[in-house]
C-alpha cells in the first residue's frame, strides 16, 4: 500500500517509552501520519516485547502499541547516546516518555531542561500519580491505577471486584496525551506567539482514571453511596443487562427512557402489568426493584433463541446486542463489511490488525511495520550525519546496541 500524507506528517516524535500507555499515545500519533522515533534500551528494548511470544513469536501488547514506529537503540547512561538523544531531539516537534518517576529529569530532558535546551519541543511525561502527592514517588501501572481510583469497585460483582478487561487506564491515559499533542501542536501553528500557552503536558493515570469514574463519583459526593458493581449491567439505568436466549446464547438488552420501557414491556416481553405498574413508571424506581424485573425480562428471553430475540428488539426499537467471546469478534461480521481489517508487517512477517477509528475522508492510515529491536538506528544515526565508522566506535562504546539483524 503507498504511504499515504495524513494530518500530522511533518511531525516529528521521539518517545521514551515503555508498556502502553506512552506507546498508545504515539501510536495514535503514528497513525494520524507522524514520523515517531521510538528510543529503546539496547539491552532488551521496551520490556512490552518480551511479555509473550503469541505472534509468531512477538509480543502481543507490543505488536498492538507500536505500528508505524522506528526503533533507535540508544543507552542513554551514556554521555554519546545522551548526545545523540539531543540531537534528535533538535530536530524533533515532540518528545512523550513514561518512564520511572523522576527518570527524564535525571537524564537532563525534563521539562525543564528541555525549555532550556530545545524550547521548542513539546514535552509530555506520563506518570503514575502526578507531582506534589504522597504517591507521586510509586510506580503505576494500570491495574494500580484502577484499583486506586475505584474503578474496580464498581467492575465485577458485590464482594467480588474486578479489573475492567481492557487496560482503560493505560488507554485512557494515551488518548489524551495525543490529544493533548495535537492541541498543542494547533496552538503553535495557529499562534502568531508560539508556545503562549507552554509547552510541556503533563498526565498521570491516576488523574485519567479519577475522569473516567466522573459519574460514580459524582453520584457518591451527592448520595453518600457507594454503587455496588452489578456484573453485565449498570447502576443508573434498569432494566438493562444480560439475559441468557433459549438457544443458549447471551443477549444484552438496554433501557435508557421511560418510553422504552414501555415499548420493551408491551411489545417484546407482553407484560402490560409491568409496564402499568406504578412502581417502574421512572428509571429511579426501576433501578430499586431491578431484580423482579430482570427475572421477567430473563424468563421470555429464555423462550426465545438469540435471532428471535434481537429482531423483537430491533422492531421495538431497543437497543440489543450479542455477548461475544474476542474468537468471535475476530470473525465478526460488521468488521468484515465494513473492510475494517488490513495488513501489517512485523520482524515476524505479516499479520492483521484493526483499522484506527476514525474514519477521516480523503485519508487512509498508512498503517506501518511494526519495528524490530534497533532496525532503525543506523538510518536515523546516517540522517544526523554519523558517519559509518562513527557508528560502530558508538557500537565499540555501547551508546548503540548492536546492528539490525531481521
Known amino acids: 500500500m503507498p504511504e499515504t500524507r495524513g494530518p500530522l506528517t511533518g511531525v516529528t516524535v521521539v518517545a521514551l517509552e515503555q508498556a502502553v500507555a506512552a506507546p498508545i499515545c504515539t501510536r495514535v500519533l503514528a497513525d494520524f501520519g507522524a514520523r515517531v522515533i521510538k528510543v529503546e534500551n539496547p539491552k532488551g528494548g521496551d520490556f512490552a516485547r518480551h511479555y509473550d511470544d503469541v505472534v509468531n513469536g512477538l509480543a502481543a501488547h507490543f505488536v498492538w502499541a507500536n505500528r508505524g514506529k522506528e526503533s533507535v537503540t540508544l543507552d542513554l547512561k551514556t554521555e554519546a547516546g545522551l548526545d545523540i538523544l539531543h ?21 537532563g530532558v525534563g521539562a525543564a531542561d528541555l525549555e532550556q535546551r530545545h524550547p521548542n519541543v513539546i514535552a509530555v511525561e506520563i506518570d503514575g500519580y502526578g507531582p506534589g502527592g504522597p504517591l507521586s514517588h510509586k510506580r503505576a501501572y494500570d491495574l494500580l491505577a484502577q484499583a486506586e481510583s475505584g474503578a474496580c469497585a464498581v467492575t465485577g460483582h458485590p464482594g467480588a471486584p474486578a479489573k475492567p478487561g481492557p487496560p482503560v487506564a493505560d488507554i485512557s491515559t494515551g488518548l489524551y496525551s495525543a490529544l493533548s499533542i495535537v492541541a498543542l501542536l494547533y496552538s503553535r501553528d495557529a499562534q502568531s506567539s508560539p508556545g503562549r500557552h507552554g509547552n ?66 408491551r411489545q417484546i416481553i407482553h407484560r402490560d402489568d409491568l409496564a ?117 566506535r558508538l557500537r565499540v562504546l555501547g551508546a548503540v546496541g548492536p546492528a539490525y539483524s531481521p
Open 200 to 265: 510541556t503536558v503533563a498526565l498521570s493515570l491516576l488523574d485519567t482514571m479519577t475522569e473516567l469514574m466522573g459519574y460514580p463519583l459524582t453520584y457518591t459526593q451527592h448520595s453518600g453511596i457507594d454503587q455496588q458493581p452489578l456484573g453485565m449491567s449498570s447502576p443508573a439505568v434498569a432494566p438493562y443487562g444480560a439475559y441468557r436466549t433459549g438457544d443458549g446464547q447471551t443477549v444484552v438488552l438496554g433501557t435508557t427512557n421511560d418510553a422504552e420501557w414501555q415499548r420493551l414491556s
Open 87 to 107: 540531537q534528535l531531539l533538535d530536530r524533533a516537534d515532540v518528545l512523550v516518555s513514561n518512564l520511572a518517576p523522576g527518570a527524564v529529569a535525571r537524564l
Open 276 to 392: 402499568d405498574d406504578p412502581r417502574f413508571a421512572n428509571n429511579s424506581s426501576r433501578c430499586a426493584h431491578r431484580a423482579e424485573l430482570d427475572e421477567a425480562i430473563g424468563a421470555w428471553c429464555a423462550q426465545h433463541d438469540l435471532d428471535h430475540v434481537q429482531k423483537t428488539a430491533d422492531a421495538a426499537g431497543i437497543g440489543n446486542a450479542r455477548y461475544n467471546l474476542p474468537s468471535e469478534v475476530l470473525v465478526h461480521p460488521q468488521l468484515t463489511a465494513r473492510d475494517r481489517w488490513r495488513e501489517v508487517d512485523t520482524p515476524a512477517g505479516p499479520i492483521q490488525a484493526l483499522l484506527p477509528p476514525p474514519v477521516i475522508s480523503g485519508f487512509t492510515p498508512a498503517m506501518g511495520a511494526v519495528p524490530g529491536l534497533g532496525q532503525h538506528t543506523d538510518a536515523v544515526l546516517a540522517e544526523l550525519g554519523v558517519a559509518a565508522g562513527e557508528i560502530d
